[in-house]
Each structure stands twice: as C-alpha cells, then as structure tokens.
C-alpha cells in the first residue's frame, strides 16, 4: 500500500489549473452517451477526472454502463439530494440517493448507471495514465 500512495503523490509534484471539456461518455470503453449526462473531462491533468453533470433525468433509462474491470482502484462521488444512481459492487447492486462517495478497488466488477434526479457524479481513477 505505501508504494502505491508513494506513486499517486509522485504525479501531483506541482500545481495546476486545467480544463474540463466536453468529452462524451461513449469515449470510455463499456460506456455509451445517454440524454440527460454532460460528461466533462479534466484535460491533461495526471489522473483520469471525470465529472458528470446529470439534468432533469425523471425516468430511469436503459443502462448505459456495462459491467467491467479495471486494473486500478476507482473512486466515484455522488453530489446532489435528488440524485439516485444504481452502483453495482461485485454482483451486488445499491440504490443511492443523496450525497455518497464509493471506493472500488482493483479487479472489482463494477457498474454505476443514473436512475433518477439531477446532480453530478464524479470518477476518479487512480492511475497514472492519462485517458482522454
């Protein structure tokens, strides 16, 4: 564990400002677009930030997130009252509503699809390479 911190605090040596653009959610493998989600992207910044501003979703649309493994650990973050998302962890699915932050570490199966509301869901994984 403390090489692995060791390796994620090496990235962050200085500051830095950047910007998110609009990137869609198909660009990431198992994902597709979906009405309802802009997906923002932080560009070039050294871990992979995603921000997802979900609007006005009253009905819960077909799943637009797969199932699926990453190498590296993940961590997601729900923000909004109204907001109601279904995390899938392992073959285990939860319904969140409200504010929560979900770690997923390496090798977890996992899915995570908006079920109702507005807010923002926000990934961050943690690893070195930059995807955009």
Not at 49 to 56: M, R
């Amino acid at each position: 564990m403390k090489n692995k911190l060791f390796t994620i605090n090496k990235m962050f040596n200085q500051a830095m400002i950047v910007e998110n653009i609009e990137s869609p959610l198909s660009a990431i493998p198992f994902h597709r677009d979906v009405e309802g989600i802009e997906r923002l992207l932080a560009k070039d910044f050294p871990l992979h930030l995603a921000i997802h501003k979900v609007k006005d979703i009253l009905s819960v649309p077909a799943p637009y997130t797969l199932p699926h493994v990453h190498e590296f650990d993940e961590i997601n973050i729900l923000i909004g009252e109204e907001l109601v998302y279904e995390i899938q962890l392992g073959l285990k699915k939860y319904q969140l509503k409200g504010n929560h932050s979900i770690f997923i570490p390496a090798g977890t199966l996992h899915a995570s699809n908006v079920q109702t509301g507005n807010g923002y869901f926000i990934a961050l994984w943690l690893h070195e390479t930059i995807i955009q």
